[in-house]
């Protein structure tokens, strides 16, 4: 059964960090680019960030750049989004898939929400 299932949202600060997984199982994970995408309250999907399959080459929209670091651990499965100097319109449901082509069922998401 394919499956994503992302973790680790919260409650933080302004200027603070979180480390978001995504657990991943049901299909070769090492062989896809994977991505995170985000839906802030009211808006529709916005990608974040998207990684290839060795985790050599990264990109970010420019709104996280420089702030977000994507990775991803093939052996375990897991594709990561750091998130350092969180600011208020980080506010959203992150969720990850593969890429270019969303082609797996979304999981449910995990919320981070940004707020002093």
């Known amino acids: 059964q394919v499956q994503l299932v992302e973790s680790g949202g919260g409650l933080v600060q302004p200027g603070g960090s979180l480390r978001l997984s995504c657990a991943a199982s049901?299909?070769?994970?090492?062989?896809?680019?994977m991505i995170w995408v985000r839906q802030a309250p009211g808006k529709g999907l916005e990608w974040v960030s998207h990684i290839d399959t060795s985790g050599g080459s990264t990109h970010y929209a420019d709104s996280v750049k420089g702030r977000f670091t994507i990775s991803r651990d093939n052996a375990k499965n897991t594709l990561y989004l750091q998130m350092n100097s969180l600011k208020s319109e980080d506010t959203a449901v992150y969720y990850c898939n593969t890429w270019p082509t969303e082609r797996l069922s979304w999981g449910q998401g995990t919320q981070v929400t940004v707020s002093s």
């Open positions: 049901g299909f070769t994970f090492k062989g896809d680019w």
